[in-house]
Structures are given as C-alpha cells and as structure tokens.
C-alpha cells in the first residue's frame, strides 16, 4: 500500500509563492505516475499537473500553465509542486496522486492512491 503525506499547504497573498510537497512511502513499486490536483470549495477536484514515472515529462492545467512547475525527486521519494503568481482562484485543498503506469495522467479516476491534502488560501 503506497501512503502519500501532502505539506507546504498555508495563506499567502495574491502573487505570492508557496511549494507543496508530497511525500511517497510504501508500494512494491518504487515509481509511479504523479499528479496534483486541487478541490475548492463547494466544487469538483480539478487537475492542476501531472508527471510521468520517469519525469521526463510534465502536463499543466491551462489555469496554471507558466505559473506552476511540478518535479519529482525519486531519491527522496518526494513529489513537489512549486506555485508562483498565485491569484486567489488558486484557493483550495491541493491533494497529490499515484497512478500506475508509464504515461502522464490528468483523469482523476487513473490515480489508484491519494494523500489527504494540504490547504493553500491566496488573499486578494
């Protein structure tokens, strides 16, 4: 059983930066696909970006294109996700996912694990 910790989660203003963390524990499988999503509230869990096993390659929610950069470390086994520019539609809780599998994923049904979240609130 893979057991995903999600960090860095906190307020900062409108055009502030803030890096979130995902920490990877357990599983047979030291590799797996990797995404971040986010769930405001009163709303569905959205895609923000997603990274392939091997982290060679990255996909982007359009709302988030040019201001956030996600990156695995697999000797750290840690998932991050660097957040510039923020603007307060940015405001949720941000949960990371694993999927098995070799490709980049954005379907939130293709993530067979998840952490618990992390809150980030941007103010205006």
């Known amino acids: 059983q893979v057991q995903l910790v999600e960090s860095g989660g906190g307020w900062v203003q409108a055009g502030g930066s803030l890096r979130l963390s995902c920490a990877v524990s357990?599983?047979?499988?030291?590799?797996?696909?990797m995404g971040w999503f986010r769930q405001a509230a009163g709303k569905d869990r959205e895609f923000v970006s997603a990274?392939?096993?091997?982290?060679?390659?990255?996909i982007y929610a359009n709302s988030v294109k040019g201001r956030f950069t996600i990156s695995r470390d697999d000797a750290e086994n840690t998932l991050y996700l660097q957040m510039n520019s923020l603007k307060p539609e940015d405001t949720g809780v941000y949960y990371c996912?694993?999927?098995?599998?070799?490709?980049?994923?954005?379907?939130?049904?293709?993530?067979?694990?998840w952490g618990q979240g992390t809150q980030v609130t941007v103010s205006s």
């Open positions: 996912g694993a999927a098995h599998g070799v490709a980049v994923y954005d379907g939130l049904y293709e993530y067979d694990f």
């Open positions: 990274v392939g096993w091997s982290g060679a390659s990255h």
């Open positions: 357990g599983g047979t499988d030291r590799r797996y696909a």
